[in-house]
């Protein structure tokens, strides 16, 4: 047999072949590294600050710029993905993801870092923009929930995993090896890859990229990335932070007047009218913005109730264990029920959970606060893997490369949103049951006021995801009226 019929095996026209399940390894171990990435980075701010002695408002430029560039061509990369060959994209993603590592250890100053981060950030537009299509093209539709749930069971590994991982790797071998563990994984990951997923071509030929409204949504992407970011820190009144909103706002009308004369748009507005599609997208930033909030979480445990910093790492692992477990279990529902009354469970579990969060108070004991944690760890398990399907799901297959950088988009500004909109919610609270001014410190609050901050901003995220209970019922009612639509219509043609 020659390498292009195993390559032809290994690919998507026949997903039946066990391939299929090395492939899926292999494409769980980047995602798995990039989450861990992601945490290990953050929780090494600290360290990096004191030895290159520099300040906080230089190091937090090591996760900035990582960020913007992730934003900023995450599109323009799956929109290449539908064009080119998704294999070697993501493969020329992932080398650049590893190598940019080894050169984030090997970085003789901050500002040589945050550039190799930055460099880092476009490998990981590729990888993270790809994923998501390369398994849908890989697994049959009977088994695609069941792949959906397995590649967010490894998110959450990669998430419960890093900040122990990071607390281990400063206090043992130094902050240098926080970026050197991508190179092993990288390396295996990048044979899995190679070995295991057949080639993956354009189903089109002869697309031309659109370099105008490519250029147009980077800008609009990272000038609201990095507006989000800043407003944390300056306020949204701030006249910097205001400009770049209103300059990405602008810019986002001229980039759909732009694209609706292009031949070969960026991203063909057609997609969105399509409903189902649109609120599948849109609850998936929901429940991103809900997740984003869980930031606010340490001020309870180490303000209020006096934990060690890695008691509270313990505790925070709760969630991302559970949606490890349950997420691969509601892709099977899934695939065997539909993905909408999956989802609909997930977000009710959601909701309940957060609630349940509101009533954290002085006395709750450490197994209080993870049976309060429980159920949104549940519900998250039971809502990703499911929504994940049905929008990959909703689109040919041209299309898979530009859906599933939407699907990570919407996941990312749900969590560039929720940031600092919950911190202005907690904050809004604690200086309220404070009696202070804005401005002032909350961090020295007394942990009644911090607990109250928690009550309420826990509550207010409840509406959240209840607007998405509302958007998911709105979806089901759609899916089953089109359903019955389209077994009706050969009935009467038989008839």
Not at 126 to 148: C, D, N, W
Not at 235 to 255: E, Q, R
Request: a positive charge.
């Amino acid at each position: 047999m020659t390498r292009s019929e195993k390559n032809t095996i290994a690919g998507s026209e026949t997903p039946e072949n066990r391939v299929k399940w090395f492939a899926l390894a292999g494409v769980g171990m980047v995602t798995i590294m990039g989450t861990i990435d992601a945490t290990i980075v953050n929780i090494s701010l600290h360290t990096l600050e004191t030895h290159f002695s520099t300040s906080f408002a230089t190091v937090q430029w090591i996760v900035l710029a990582y960020v913007l560039v992730l934003t900023s061509f995450l599109l323009g990369a799956a929109r290449l993905g539908d064009m080119l060959n998704k294999k070697r994209l993501y493969l020329g993603g992932l080398l650049v993801f590893t190598l940019s590592s080894v050169l984030c250890a090997l970085a003789p100053s901050i500002y040589w870092l945050i550039g190799f981060r930055a460099l880092q950030g476009l490998g990981a537009a590729f990888t993270q923009a790809l994923g998501f299509a390369i398994i849908t093209q890989v697994f049959p539709a009977q088994e695609r929930g069941k792949a959906m749930g397995l590649l967010a069971s490894m998110i959450a590994i990669g998430v419960a995993s890093g900040p122990p991982l990071g607390g281990l790797i400063i206090s043992t071998v130094g902050w240098h090896w926080v970026f050197m563990v991508n190179l092993p994984i990288g390396l295996v990951a990048f044979w899995f890859i190679w070995r295991f997923v057949g080639d993956l071509p354009a189903f089109q030929k002869n697309q031309r990229f659109d370099w105008a409204g490519g250029l147009i949504l980077f800008v609009t992407l990272g000038g609201y990335a990095l507006a989000m970011t800043l407003g944390q820190e300056r306020g949204f009144s701030h006249p910097l932070v205001l400009g770049l909103l209103i300059a990405a706002s602008i810019l986002l009308v001229v980039f759909i007047l732009v694209e609706n004369r292009m031949k070969q748009p960026m991203i063909e507005l057609s997609m969105f009218r399509n409903l189902l599609f649109n609120l599948n997208l849109l609850m998936a930033f929901l429940v991103a913005v809900l997740m984003a909030g869980f930031f606010i979480l340490p001020y309870y445990l180490e303000l209020v109730k006096l934990e060690s910093t890695l008691v509270v790492g313990l505790l925070m692992m709760v969630d991302p264990i559970l949606m490890g477990l349950i997420a691969p279990i509601a892709g099977s529902l899934s695939d065997r029920f539909g993905p909408r009354i999956i989802s609909i469970v997930g977000l009710i579990i959601i909701t309940v959970g957060s609630l349940t969060l509101g009533l954290l108070d002085m006395d709750t004991s450490r197994l209080g606060f993870v049976i309060r944690m429980i159920p949104i760890g549940i519900g998250i398990g039971f809502f990703m893997s499911p929504n994940n399907s049905a929008v990959m799901g909703a689109v040919p297959k041209e299309k898979l490369g530009i859906t599933s950088g939407l699907l990570t988009l919407a996941r990312m500004l749900g969590q560039t949103t929720g940031l600092p909109l919950m911190g202005v919610l907690f904050t809004g609270h604690v200086l309220r049951a404070s009696g202070w001014v804005a401005g002032s410190d909350i961090s020295l609050a007394q942990p009644q006021a911090l607990v109250a901050g928690i009550k309420g901003t826990f509550h207010t995220a409840a509406f959240f995801v209840g607007a998405s209970i509302v958007v998911a019922l709105i979806a089901f009612a759609i899916d089953r009226r089109r359903n019955s639509a389209t077994q009706v219509v050969p009935q009467a043609a038989n008839d």
